[in-house]
DNA sequence: TAAAATCCCATAAAATCCCATTGTATCCCG
DNA sequence: CGGGATACAATGGGATTTTATGGGATTTTA
């Protein structure tokens, strides 16, 4: 059980003044060959102070692979409380958007503020699904590999903004 | 669980002013022969100052084994840090790229940046995966084989550059 | 009816396609 | 077996298309 097309790359785009970002088309493709959707769901990553980002084919696996664990266990009262808990993290906690014809979406005023993001959106595939970071709190991170560091570094240097 | 056909062999290919350079055709051959597919993914090698590269057939494998690893190990935290980390590295630190009709592929400039890769590019087939290297670069590495280094001096002679 | 969201158009840079050239390896036939 | 004919690989250059992005106009929503 797994998605055949993956996201992977990198990409760091502009957050305009109206809140509207690009998402790479790179990442846009992956959406495009698992489904027909053009929108991703957007949730605060559950370790990172970033964004995780996903396509209605991905959420759909991820609410199926729930629905397993919950009979699998069910006869427990605590596994009980956590399929609540997890469901509503799953669904209530994220936010879908739809992106238009040039590829932007309107980032959610509530996201942007979760995921700390700025006026630059750093975008990470991470196979099944995706980050979206704020740059400068990648590099402060101490559980980020190096070598990812650099791109970072390498992708603002590209857009002229230094650090 | 081995792949069937393995790259091998070496060339020297030229990288042009728009960063297009020709990815020779026994190592597209192995490519499609896994596959149907008609993209490499780089990634900056982990040892070597040189880029690694591979088609999806493999990326496939690879990213099914981290998947095993971490239903193995997932009850430790730590476990689930060393995943995050590992799939960041293996998806956001690489870059798919497709190569057109004519065999070549654009060289991302910061594939380029990272291999270390100037106007010449020097392909070779190490089995699963191959490499492109900087031909400078594997010639001043002591790690390389003397005879290794002599095939890189024959390809460069080959071509009209002395060293 | 304001504010917010969406649509539409414009643009510059970058990526992609298409065609042409050249050298080399392969084929074919007398 | 020679020698031209053919096919394919690598590469250059121009034309075309896609991407990311800004800004105005229009529509929706509260």
């Given at each position: ?112 503020r979760k995921g700390q993001i700025g006026d ?44």
């Amino acid at each position: 059980m797994a998605l055949e097309h993956l996201f992977q790359g990198s990409a760091l785009n502009a957050v305009d003044a109206k809140g509207r970002v690009s998402i790479p088309a790179f990442l846009r493709s992956v959406i495009e060959r698992r489904g027909d959707a053009r929108t991703i769901t957007l949730a605060k990553h559950e370790s990172f102070p970033c964004l995780s980002a996903y396509d209605p084919a991905y959420a759909a696996l991820k609410h199926a692979k729930l629905e397993r664990l919950l009979e699998k266990e069910e006869t427990s009262p605590d596994a009980q409380l956590e399929y609540q808990q997890r469901n509503l993290m799953a669904f209530a906690a994220t936010e879908e958007v739809p992106y238009d014809s040039s590829g932007r979406i309107l980032m959610p005023p509530m996201m942007r503020r979760k995921g700390q993001i700025g006026d630059l959106a750093l975008f990470l595939g991470t196979g099944e699904t995706f980050q979206i970071w704020n740059p400068e709190l990648l590099l402060k991170d101490p559980r980020i590999p190096d070598d990812l560091k650099d791109i970072a570094r390498f992708r603002l240097e590209e857009r002229g903004a230094s650090s």
